[in-house]
């Protein structure tokens, strides 16, 4: 069954961009298992997935950009995370 994150970001306190991450189960797992390669906290996780939403809303966006986004939603979910809200800094 594929796993899904609900991503929100705000800006000013309002929704600036919303969108939902399925992975499937398969992804998933081969995903998880090279995390541990990578170097990544919470925080560095919702700024790869908050930037990777505003390119997409801009324009274009590379299959290299969306691997790189699969590890940080791979890593919240891993994380428990189902519904994140993040607030653009300024």
Excluded at 50 to 76: C, L, W
Aim: net charge negative; aromatic share 6%; glycine share 8%.
């Amino acid at each position: 069954m594929p796993k899904s994150l609900s991503v929100t970001v705000l800006k000013d306190g309002e929704t600036f961009l919303h969108g939902t991450f399925d992975v499937s189960e398969n992804d998933y797992e081969v995903v998880l298992g090279l995390l541990s390669e990578v170097e990544m906290d919470h925080g560095q996780a919702a700024s790869l997935i908050s930037g990777y939403m505003h390119a997409r809303d801009a324009g274009q966006v590379t299959e290299e950009m969306g691997k790189i986004a699969m590890f940080a939603v791979v890593y919240m979910l891993d994380a428990g995370e189902t519904a994140i809200e993040i607030p653009l800094e300024a």
